[in-house]
């Protein structure tokens, strides 16, 4: 508002004074003044009275010189001719009678005439003049003189002061025109800048509207400006940004669900089809010894926990995408809790004729604050992901469990066909596969690892892989240890490189204590060094 209303008084105040300076100098040159003037002052007696000095010198120094010439119709044209240029005329009287009147096509004014001044009513020889008010406004030079035969006589140079200059008029014209020029300029100028800085933003977000309506998120919102409109528009650009980042993950999770339902209804299609197939075997008689019923009976009780812990993967699986992953946090001494999980687990690799490694670096009273039941699970779907992918005639897997300052980290490494390194950072991902084809005959529903690393990072812990193909692949988590007290950080950085000294001399001497059956065997190892033991 202040630019559309301030900006075009401003122009038009500097044009008009730009246009009268200039004016007020070309009229001081045409018509050779030397003093200054100001056309739009108001005071136009001061530029009559200017405009026709010089002439009423020169007729005064005539007037001194040979008087007899006013008496000459011929010189008196050519005198009030000058005068006209002046925009002034000529009166002579001699003593009482008016010989001469110069008004250009107009009649003689009795009243004008019967107010001249008498004769030496202007005393000495002033420049200035009389003004005289009426239907009319003059100013009046009067110049006294006596001619060669002792006559009386007056010369008259009379401005008609109640209109304005011609150039003053064209000044006004000039200035007028100008006025509106500036106007329609600066109305057409602002009009575009208005278009730009708002109907056309406008526009745009019309258009953005529209596509968005259509279902079309695929293009970009581009305005340029920091005004409210601008900002909007930015504004609504984030929100197209948004809906799309929506879209895309609701497109993504649709496949990820359709994806999650083909897996689990191939695995669970697996394990059901092998049940009908030894409950139908039980039902002909096939199993007609005790042993062959035995061992039908614990092929259906496997299957059967195979389709148990899908169904359980699933139930946690929507407990993830809702945060609400139920979590009982305790006290945990990681040397005995790891021993634990290791002799469960060991029966299953003992049957599978795995053998599995355990080795403990980790004091026996250091403890960790975590859920029991969870950190199961992660050990549990790290290790059974470990042996679907074993591809050597023996398969080891082996967990290490080490001090690591004010963490304990936990590896678990095998001997399996190992992972290409373009795949390793996706591994955790939801549904990632490195191998579709051949993962989808190991069955699972492939959440497993991404499960374990949201159970991992809600204790606050991080995990990572590292692997080589061919070789196998080495899982590493961590965890903070729980400390009762703040202890000194010097103190604590010393402890660290005791230990991580222990845990070499521990490497060293490996103590194994194995015990066999079958074609498998499960390995404990525990670190006493620190003890002498």
Partial sequence: FIIITVFPMLMIYLSVIALSDYQEKSFKEAYGLTEQIELLNGNSLQ????????????????????????????????????????????????????????????????????????????KGRMEGGIYLDGESQHLIKQMDFQFSDGAEGSVFIVSNVDDLLPEVKSMFR?????????????????????????????????????????????????????????????????????????????????????????????????????????????????????????KYIRTIYNKANDMDRLIDELTFYSKIDTNKIPYTFSKINVSQYFRDCVEEVGLDMEARGIELGYFNYVDE???????????????????????????????????????????????????GKGIAAKDLPNIFDRFYRTDSSRNSSQGGSGIGLSIVRKIIEDHGGRIWATSKEGIGTEVHFVLRKYQENVQNVESAEADDTDEKTKVKEAKTKEQKVTK??????VVFTQDNSSKNS
């Fill in 47 to 122: 530029v009559f009275n200017r405009l026709t000095r010089q002439s009423q010198k020169d007729i005064r120094k005539v007037l001194d010189e040979n008087p007899d010439n006013y008496k000459d119709p011929a010189y008196l044209d050519k005198v009030n001719a000058k005068l006209n240029e002046q925009y002034a005329y000529l009166i002579v009287r001699r003593e009482d009678t008016i010989i001469y009147y110069g008004a250009n096509g107009e009649p003689q004014d009795a009243s004008l005439c019967a107010q001249l001044p008498d004769f030496d009513v202007m």
């Fill in 174 to 294: 000039e200035m007028l025109f100008l006025g509106v020029a500036i106007l329609v300029v600066a109305g057409f100028t602002l009009t575009v800048w208005v278009y730009r800085s708002i109907l056309s933003p406008l526009n745009k977000l019309q258009e953005a509207t529209k596509q968005i309506r259509d279902g079309n998120l695929e293009f970009t919102l581009d305005v340029d400006a920091d005004d409210e409109i601008g900002q909007l528009c930015q504004d609504f650009e984030e929100m197209r940004m948004r809906l799309k980042e929506s879209a895309e993950e609701k497109i993504q999770y649709d496949k990820e669900s359709k994806e999650l339902i083909s897996n689990i209804s191939h695995d669970l299609k697996t394990p059901i089809t092998a049940i009908k197939g030894y409950v139908e075997g039980i039902m002909d008689g096939v199993a007609s010894s005790p042993e062959k019923l035995d």
């Fill in 365 to 415: 009273d250091v403890v960790v604050i975590a859920d029991a039941e969870q950190m199961k699970r992660v050990i549990n779907n790290i290790i059974g992901n470990s042996v679907k992918y074993l591809d050597k005639k023996k398969g080891i897997i082996n967990i290490r469990i080490k001090d690591d300052g004010d963490f304990i980290q936990v590896e678990i490494e095998d001997n």
């Fill in 516 to 521: 066999e059956s079958g074609t498998g065997k």
